[in-house]
């Protein structure tokens, strides 16, 4: 016979273990299959991960009680530093503000999109999956005036790119991406003040389905490093991966920073709900730049017509 102990020794069992789990699954990077989309949650697992531990010492279950606390400080010290502030490093050069949005086959609205560029005085805009009929109504709407430099490759349906600049662009073209076909567009930008600015319209492949899965790592692991003893770069775009997946976390080890995690907004949700469904909002959208570049601030924008929110970063870049 099962007492009423053993009852309750098991409930908090079945509660803790999934949390520890999760915990050692991100701690890990061990994301495979269906596992790639899940820990794209990861925020909201955290949140939750108090639970169980409140359950076990609620009811005197010594073991459980420890197990949930370990896992609950390790999902939380994975995630609540995006909440905080850093305000390294120190540098003196010129102000950029950079936009990136995915225009979901183009269908975002053009004006609202100009409305941003102009109200917040951006310098370089990164757009995904940009279409001829997407570029023709922007400039249409002004952006040839306050962005007239540009490396733009349009393309009907997912796959286009493009990259805006105030400044004059040196070294431009675009990059396909072996995953999804999805393309690349990138330049080198000449801020006055400040060295030459390698900036990348990034979108790696989407891990909407398990057999997808390895075209979303090959896409991840071709995006290009840091150059910490080189020039200055940025990749600014949809990822379709959030700081919780460990190839994105690689990429940014080479030498970037994530810039709503250095400005203590890495918790803003960028995607979703899609098509309907009730998907939790995640951070897919990101600005990655180098480490020798401050943050400023970072902010999102609802842009109607896209399930993607414009990330917009202001960045102080190093003296020129």
Not at 227 to 234: E, N, W, Y
Not at 287 to 299: G, Q, T
Request: hydrophobic fraction near 50%; charge should be neutral; aromatic fraction near 6%.
């Amino acid at each position: 016979m099962i007492t009423r102990g053993r009852i309750a020794t098991i409930a908090c069992w079945l509660a803790v273990v999934p949390v520890a789990a999760w915990a050692a699954l991100r701690l890990a990077g061990l994301e495979r299959g269906p596992l790639v989309q899940a820990v794209a949650f990861t925020p909201y697992v955290a949140a939750a991960a108090l639970a169980p531990v409140v359950l076990a010492l609620a009811l005197r279950r010594r073991a459980p009680a420890v197990v949930a606390a370990l896992a609950a400080l390790a999902l939380v010290a994975a995630v609540a530093p995006r909440a905080v502030r850093d305000d390294r490093p120190e540098v003196a050069g010129p102000v950029l503000r950079l936009l990136t949005a995915n225009l979901l086959k183009g269908r975002a609205d053009p004006a609202r999109l100009v409305e941003l560029v102009r109200a917040h005085r951006v310098d370089v805009l990164t757009v995904q999956e940009f279409t001829p009929e997407a570029a023709a109504e922007l400039d249409r709407l002004g952006l040839a005036t306050l962005l007239p430099y540009r490396a733009l490759n349009p393309e009907v349906g997912t796959t286009g790119s493009g990259l805006y600049a105030r400044h004059p662009l040196s070294g431009t073209g675009w990059r396909r991406n072996e995953g999804f076909s999805f393309t690349q567009a990138y330049a080198t930008v000449a801020v006055p003040g400040a060295p030459p600015l390698r900036v990348e319209s990034a979108h790696p492949a989407a891990p909407y389905a398990v057999d997808v899965v390895p075209d979303w790592w090959t896409d991840l692991r071709a995006q290009p490093p840091a150059t910490p003893r080189g020039g200055l770069s940025i990749l600014a775009g949809d990822f379709n991966a959030t700081l919780d997946h460990a190839p994105l976390r690689d990429l940014i080890d080479t030498g970037y920073v994530d810039a709503a995690d250095a400005a203590g907004a890495g918790l803003s949700g960028t995607w979703g709900p899609y098509d309907g469904d009730r998907i939790p909002p995640v951070t897919i959208d990101h600005v990655l730049v180098d480490r020798r570049i401050a943050v400023r601030a970072v902010s999102v924008h609802a842009v109607p017509g896209s399930d993607h929110r414009a990330v917009l970063a202001e960045l102080r870049l190093p003296a020129g």
